[in-house]
């Protein structure tokens, strides 16, 4: 079985700080990991995905995150937040056997002060 | 194209009654899912399609659920003799088969049952 958990539902930064959003995840296959955004009663987009190959991976809007298999982490981080970058985020884990079927962490809002 | 599109947006029923929802996907896309997610949480898998067939059904699905495919193309959701638990955001997503990890969402169906 897959599970996410990520840490902390609500992180608040600083205009220009740095992100950081946690995700760790379990499971007993080699997982894909995705991050995905939200925001208020609108689908969810795609930041960024793991699948195979480098560990680290760049997504849109300036994300990126790191798979790091030996921690089961795969955190996501900008290094300047910036106002439209307030939103809700998901971390999610699937396997390529898995019909494409997405496992979603709980989520973490992020605030985002002047 | 335009994406995912999910019909309707918003939805106010009362209990007992019966609710569908309609999702378009992507059209080259032959992989639909279906995800419900409720206030502060992440969206839980439903179930999915490839082509008209339903190939996978989560245990929350319960036989009030109901969820077709009939030509591949579009789906519709049905929920009969609604319970206020049921008031949540329905998500459709939709992916190639050769699953790369992008699965891109619809803006929802947010049902709320009275």
């Known amino acids: 079985a897959q599970s996410v958990t990520q840490l902390g539902s609500h992180v608040s930064v600083s205009e220009g700080a740095l992100v950081l959003l946690r995700c760790n995840y379990s499971s007993s296959v080699p997982p894909y990991l995705f991050w995905y955004v939200q925001y208020p009663n609108q689908g969810l987009q795609l930041l960024l995905k793991?699948?195979?190959?480098?560990?680290l991976v760049k997504g849109i809007n300036g994300f990126e995150a790191e798979f790091k298999k030996s921690e089961t982490s795969f955190h996501l981080t900008k290094p300047s937040a910036h106002m439209s970058d307030a939103a809700e985020y998901f971390c999610a884990v699937s396997h390529y056997n898995q019909g494409g079927k997405l496992i979603f962490g709980q989520g973490t809002e992020l605030s985002v002060k002047p | 194209d335009t994406g995912v599109s999910q019909d309707p947006r918003h939805k106010i029923t009362k209990r007992g009654q019966n609710v569908t929802f309609r999702c378009d996907p992507i059209s080259e896309h032959n992989r639909l899912y279906w995800y419900r997610q409720t206030l502060g949480q992440g969206p839980e898998f439903l179930t999915y399609f490839q082509n008209e067939a339903q190939l996978e059904k989560s245990r929350l699905l319960s036989d009030r659920f109901s969820a077709e495919r009939p030509k591949g193309s579009f789906s519709t959701l049905e929920i009969q003799r609604t319970e206020q638990g049921d008031s949540a955001m329905y998500l459709c997503?939709?992916?190639?088969?050769?699953?790369?990890?992008?699965?891109?969402f619809g803006q929802g169906t947010r049902l709320t049952v009275v």
């Open positions: 997503a939709s992916s190639t088969q050769d699953f790369n990890g992008e699965a891109f």
């Open positions: 793991y699948t195979t190959g480098a560990t």
